[in-house]
């Protein structure tokens, strides 16, 4: 599942991931993301990670889908305690123009003032 919270005109998109993340979650996502970057660009985008379990084959196939739009991420911030994440923000920050950053759930305000840093 995912939830979607953003403020119009707000550089900050803030999204939860709970359980595994299908298909359906990432289109979801690709499209909000999408109307989003009519608002402003860059965007930041903060993930609360803390009960994701993962994605679906067919979510990350269509993630791979979305890449051309998420040209216009410039920052993603995950706040979850699960280690495996790590590796994920490893990857992630291997994609041009986007940096990622992990923070335990504890430290959900440094995220965000770290995504609201130029």
Known sequence: MIKIKHTPYDPLMEVTLR???TKEDMREFGTA???KTFETEPIN???NAEDW???TLRGFLEEANWSIVLKSMKKAAYVTNKPWVKAHVK???LTP???SALFPT???AEAIE???RA
């Open 19 to 21: 359980g595994k993340i």
């Open 33 to 35: 993301f999408k109307q």
């Open 45 to 47: 985008v903060l993930f």
């Open 53 to 55: 379990e993962g994605i």
């Open 91 to 93: 990857l992630e920050n």
């Open 97 to 99: 123009g986007i940096q």
């Open 106 to 108: 504890t430290k959900k």
């Open 114 to 116: 770290w995504l609201e």
